[in-house]
């Protein structure tokens, strides 16, 4: 049995006008899982991500994600918690104002890397994700799909502990989804522990993954 890495004990959200986000989780994830998240529209399968990432606190009941009580943890020090956390927004979430390359390179310069590595690193991953010709533009005169890869590299280029990726395939045409998929495995066998949020069955299918499904806020089975 591996060491748990994330934790949460009858955790609800709630959000500010009273919806129920997720109601009374229970559940563990061990280092190195790969898990799917699945359920319908509405379900929770966000909320719990941003929980894991730090960006809403539960209302209720506790939440430990690598060692550390979230309630704990104070503000100042979270963005540090997250430099080792890859986080693939549902609406990617792009820096509008910077390019493709600034982009996926800014972690790699907050953590100070020489400016040579950075610029193979980032060209590899564009080049992995075939955006590479998209590196000096602004994220907003790419496709859907183009700006998605963008988000998953910017993820992925932290050589991230913790993986989360909320429907990352949902703007990819299946041999792209399916590339992307590949890409998350790759992570997992060196050790990140990847989260999926994904309502593609087809997918979930495909991988024969551990997956939590979600139904108005509680799981319903996993
Ligand atoms: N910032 C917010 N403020 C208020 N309510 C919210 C907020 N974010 C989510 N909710 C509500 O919490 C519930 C769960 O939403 P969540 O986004 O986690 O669902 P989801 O499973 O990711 O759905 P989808 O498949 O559409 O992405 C929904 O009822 C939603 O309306
Ligand atoms: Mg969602």
Known sequence: MGLVMIKLYHASKTYDNSVPGLVDISL??????????????GAGKSTLLKLIYGLELPTKG????????????????????????????????????????????????IRGLPKAEIKTRVMNMLSYLKIQHRANFPPLTLSGGEQQRVAIARALIKEPVILLADEPTGNLDPKLAYNIMDLFKEANSQGTTVIVATHDASIIESYHKRTIYLNKGRVVEQ
Do not use: W
């Open 62 to 109: 506790s939440l430990i994600v690598n060692g550390r009580n979230l309630h704990k943890v104070p503000r100042s020090e979270v963005p540090y918690l997250r430099r080792r956390t890859g986080f693939v927004h549902q609406d990617f979430r792009l820096l509008v104002a910077k390019s493709v390359f600034e982009n996926v390179a800014l972690a790699l310069k």
């Open 28 to 41: 563990e994830i061990k280092r190195g899982e790969f898990v799917f998240v699945s359920g319908p529209s």
